[in-house]
Every structure is written in C-alpha cells, then in structure tokens.
C-alpha cells in the first residue's frame, strides 16, 4: 500500500439558484478547499485542519463531513485500510457557498483514488451527500454533485437518485460577496414552509424549466430572468441582514440578477462576462455591508471544474 499524499481541490458552489431548491448546482473555479489524505493502516484520522473558519471545524472523524464521505467510500469500496487527512479550508463554514459539500465531495473524491477509483461519479457523489445529511440535517446533493461534476447539475431525482451534467455559458460572470455572518444550514433549513401551493409550484417549474434551457443554450437573459423563487429564498430573508438592499445595490451596478446563495448568507450576482468585469457589483455589495459594520468577503469568479487532484 502507498503511503504517498493525494491532494485535491474541491471547489465552492452555489445551489438553488432561485426555483431549484435542491435540485441546481453550480461549480464555480474559486475559491476552494484541499483536501490532502494517505492511506493508513486502519481508521480515519483527521490531522490537521486550518484555513478561514478552521477552528469551527471537528477534529473528530465521526463528525466531520470530509472523514464522514471518505469513510462511506473505504465501505462501499470494502476496503481494508483508512487514511489520515489534512484539511485546508478555502471556503468557510455557514456561508451559503458550499462549504461542508466542499469537504464532503473532497473528502469523498480523495478516498476514491486511494480505492483505486472504483466508484463511479454518481456513486461518489452519492458517498459525499450521505456526508451532507448528516453534518447539515438533510439529504441534499445540490452542492456535492457540481463539486464533484463540475459546471451546472440539476438532480433529476434522489430516489432513484439521477443526476444531469450541463456545461453553463463560458460568458456567465458570478459574484459572490460573503458578508460576516454565519447561517448553519440545519437552521437555515428549519425556517423553510411545510409545504408549497399550487400556484407557487407552477411558478417554480416554468422558471427551472427556462433556466435549464437557459444553460443548455447559453442564453444569460433567459437564466437571469429565471432564477425567481417565491418560497425559499423569502422564508430566508430574515437571516440575512441587509439582503434585498445588496442585491438592489447590485443590479443597479451591473448584475443581470442577484440573489441568496444556497442556504445563505452569501449572495450570489450573475453577469454578462463580455461586457461586465464584476468588480462593480463587488464593490457595491461590500459597501452596503459595511456602512453596517459589517466586513463583507467578494468573489470574482467563472463556473469552474469539480474536483481535481492538484
Ligand atoms: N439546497 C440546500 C438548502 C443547500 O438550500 O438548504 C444548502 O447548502
């Protein structure tokens, strides 16, 4: 057995993005985690974490995402060693961009290779979001799949579980601007309604619908008009300060749309890449957090690649 160091980025996504709850994902090529793991006698052994939000992180391989899904990999793969992990955080916990799906879908890819890559990516990802139903309380695969894909994936369905890959426009221009407040998705999730009426049902399904097709034909217009979501994103509204005034200040400097990102705090800007550089709309943001106090962490960015080794 080779006891050499595999390291592998596992980057940040946005999921939701307006009418697929659950469902959309998005890669996006910065910023990311490193997940770095050897094979070891037996176990798992976190040891060392560090990073932005690192000292929030388990040290205890029970209840940590990264060793959770390394662990459902050694099982399905029946294999007879562990590993010992570093983990180095990019992207922080409770901030909407995909953090603990990082780790998971890290933790799982890393794992994977130490088996010799016997599971497919579907069986990957399946690996990681086990991870996500335990670490943030429910089964969701909306960020792990993009993470470990790459590009836009809509989950067709999660039992049996099904997942579409979808290469987004190369023109998409994102924004991401991370303001200093923790969200943990099992709250972000408990504030969510029941159930949703049949006239809101409707409004989600022509919008997702448009939305893919938006992707598939790389038409940034129809994306933008469709990322709307009459029943999430307004249960969330309240944990997030200042919310609709962000994304107001950033459609007025250039956002073709802007809206909370996955379980939030972060808010996440689309643009048009061949006319915008972005750089306004982060700008702008950021200054409606902190004539609040508020310190306010902004991305440029591009829809990325998913995992890879580094
Ligand atoms: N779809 C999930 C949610 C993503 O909105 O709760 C959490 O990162």
């Not at 974490?49 to 029970?62: C, F, L, Q, Y």
């Amino acid at each position: 057995m080779s006891d050499e160091w595999v390291k592998i980025a596992a980057p940040a996504t946005t999921s939701n993005i307006g009418p697929g709850f659950d469902t959309f994902g998005l890669a996006m090529s910065e910023p990311f985690d490193v997940v770095e793991g050897r094979a070891a006698d037996s176990g798992i052994r976190i040891v060392e974490v560090s990073g932005p939000g690192s000292e929030n992180i388990p040290m205890d391989s029970k209840i940590n995402s990264v060793s959770i899904a390394a662990e459902q990999v050694l099982k399905r793969c029946g294999a007879d060693f562990g590993i010992e992990l570093k983990i180095r955080k990019g992207i922080r916990p409770c901030s909407g961009m995909g953090s603990s799906g990082a780790s998971a879908a890290g933790g799982a890819y890393l794992a994977n290779i130490l088996c010799g890559e016997r599971l497919s990516p579907t069986e990957t990802i399946l690996c990681a979001a086990h991870a996500e139903d335990v670490i943030s309380g429910g089964l969701h695969a909306d960020n792990v799949a993009p993470c470990i894909l790459g590009g836009f994936t809509v989950i067709r369905s999660y039992e049996p579980f099904e997942v579409i890959s979808i290469e987004p426009p190369k023109d998409l221009g994102m924004v991401v601007a991370l303001p200093d407040i923790m969200v943990a998705t099992s709250d972000s999730r408990k504030v969510l309604p029941e159930d949703v009426s049949v006239k809101n049902l409707v409004f989600h399904v022509g919008n997702a619908s448009a939305l893919v097709y938006g992707m598939v034909c790389g038409d940034l217009g129809m994306i933008s008009r469709s990322v709307k979501d009459a029943v999430f994103e307004p249960a969330r509204t309240k944990l997030v300060p200042h919310l609709k005034e962000a994304e107001k200040e950033a459609l007025s400097n250039g956002a073709l749309v802007s809206f909370l990102g996955g379980s939030g705090p972060c808010i996440m800007s689309f643009y048009d890449g061949n006319t915008n550089l972005g750089n306004t709309i982060a700008e702008s943001v950021k200054a409606v957090y902190s004539k609040n106090n508020i310190k306010c962490d902004t991305w440029v960015t591009r829809p990325g690649i998913g995992c890879r080794r580094i």
